[in-house]
């Protein structure tokens, strides 16, 4: 079983949809991350919750909605999303956020969006 | 403003032989940073970090290091393998930030044979 597990891998939606991404990890980490890549461009981090807890908006349109019920599922509700949100949705855990430690980030796969 | 570059979005390197990627950064806060492998359809693999406290770190056939004078990072693959042909990013984390990870742009390694 991957320690990161993202559904679905790909989603093709309207703009009026309404649609969520999940994520799972399994390996026992507090902390979960969305991110988002786009073509050509680095990876921009959205969203970071620590225990449950938010921690993290890095400026992302209310269009997108994050979710953390437990420390193991991440969500990202979608809805009137626009063409340029079209990208690859990655999901990402660590141990937790401590500003006195460092410890990497583990991915999922990702889910890869398409907004017509 | 990309605080994170990688200024080659290509490398080729004949198996067997050393790959060097290589990253700067324009952030003198950073203090932490990583490499990630990715291969396609995939999401981005940890591979290797290095603290700013030191100049190199070694795991395997990969070390990191660290020129923070420079603010410039290497990740020397030696011997490159074929399966190491994959997309390479690099990627920093700062003091008090440590969940903000600010990623590279990539750079793609084909290993021939």
């Known amino acids: 079983e991957t320690g990161v597990t993202q559904t679905p891998r790909h989603l093709v939606m309207g703009m009026t949809n309404k649609k969520s991404l999940k994520c799972e990890q399994h390996?026992?980490?507090?902390?979960m991350y969305w991110y988002k890549q786009s073509a050509k461009k680095p990876l921009e981090l959205m969203f970071v919750y620590n225990f449950k807890e938010q921690t993290e908006n890095n400026s992302v349109p209310s269009r997108f909605s994050p979710e953390c019920p437990n420390s193991s599922h991440l969500f990202l509700h979608l809805h009137t999303l626009q063409p340029e949100d079209s990208a690859l949705y990655l999901c990402?855990?660590?141990?937790?956020?401590?500003?006195?430690?460092?410890?990497?980030?583990?991915f999922g796969d990702g889910t890869r969006l398409s907004i017509l | 403003d990309q605080q994170v570059k990688q200024n080659s979005p290509s490398l080729s390197v004949q198996e067997g032989r050393i790959s060097i990627l290589n990253c700067d950064y324009t952030?003198?806060?950073?203090?932490?940073f990583l490499w990630y492998k990715k291969y396609p359809a995939e999401g981005p693999t940890f591979l290797i970090s290095?603290?700013?406290?030191?100049d190199k770190n070694e795991d395997g056939r990969f070390t990191v290091f660290l020129n923070k004078s420079a603010k410039h990072l290497s990740l020397h693959i030696v011997p490159s393998q074929p399966g190491d042909s994959a997309v390479y990013f690099c990627?920093?984390?700062?003091?008090?930030?440590?969940?903000?990870?600010?990623f590279g742009t990539g750079t793609r390694l084909q290993v021939t044979l």
């Open positions: 990402a855990s660590s141990q937790e956020v401590d500003r006195g430690s460092n410890q990497p980030q583990h």
């Open positions: 952030n003198s806060m950073f203090d932490y």
């Open positions: 990627a920093a984390s700062g003091t008090g930030t440590a969940s903000k990870l600010t």
């Open positions: 390996l026992g980490h507090n902390a």
């Open positions: 290095i603290s700013s406290i030191k």
